[in-house]
């Protein structure tokens, strides 16, 4: 299958900084990729999808100032926590999907937990 | 609008065993497809399964298999011959609307 990695795979950082986490696809082209949260025991909640070279669609709710999500090639999309506060650590995690019909298979990333002090 | 739901939070099974994970779903779109994924401590997602709306037959994957009832909108997912490695948590997902919209997952333990 598929190969996507996402770095780092933890960070901790002060409350007030900004996290940039990086999602690549490793041995295909990723038209579109797709960010979750995932709080412990809960389920994944998406929070945006973005396509190579147009702006991410954000899910209802989610701070699109606060998330910035970038997707700048085929193989790169990047979510920035800017000012990150307690309530922002979670579990984030990345899929990709390549193809007219991106939805029907994604690869996922192992994740990356962000603990903000 | 779709909604997944999976309504049993955990579950213990003992090794060797076969147990049945819930998942009933709702969606208006009379194309969709159901995947199951299992997520272990590590937090990887790892695919299991899919079933597509219009598949005539259930699914199946080794020792997972898809019980896919489309009158009662039902997608349980069968783990045979339970192993200790199988303990984690599964959720159910549907495919929708160029988007994933997952269950709230089910914790299962696996006892030797």
């Known amino acids: 299958g598929a190969v996507v990695s996402q770095h780092p795979s933890r960070v901790i950082c002060k409350s007030g900084t900004s996290v940039k986490i990086e999602c690549r696809s490793l041995d295909f082209q990723a038209t579109t990729m797709f960010w979750y949260r995932q709080f412990p025991k809960q389920s994944l909640m998406l929070m945006a999808t973005s396509n190579e070279g147009s702006k991410a669609t954000y899910e209802q709710g989610v701070e699109k100032d606060k998330f910035l999500i970038n997707h700048a090639s085929l193989t790169l999309s990047t979510l920035t926590v800017t000012s990150a506060h307690p309530e922002d650590s979670s579990f984030y995690i990345c899929?990709?999907?390549?193809?007219?019909?991106?939805?029907?298979?994604?690869?996922f990333g192992p994740g990356t937990r962000l603990t903000v002090l | 609008a779709q909604k997944i739901t999976q309504t049993q939070p955990g579950m213990f099974v003992q090794e060797k065993e076969a147990v049945t994970l819930d998942c009933t779903y709702d969606t208006s779109d009379p194309s969709y497809g159901l995947f199951w994924y299992k997520q272990p401590s590590s937090g990887e997602m790892i695919f299991l399964i899919y079933q597509g709306s219009y598949d005539q037959q259930n699914a199946t994957e080794g020792r997972y298999s898809l019980n896919f009832q489309k009158a009662r909108k039902s997608a349980n997912l069968v783990i045979s011959a339970s192993q200790l490695g199988d303990s984690a948590m599964y959720f159910c997902?549907?495919?929708?609307?160029?988007?994933?919209?997952f269950g709230a997952g089910t914790t299962v333990t696996v006892r030797a």
């Open positions: 997902a549907m495919r929708g609307d160029y988007k994933l919209s």
């Open positions: 899929s990709a999907g390549s193809g007219a019909f991106s939805y029907n298979e994604q690869f």
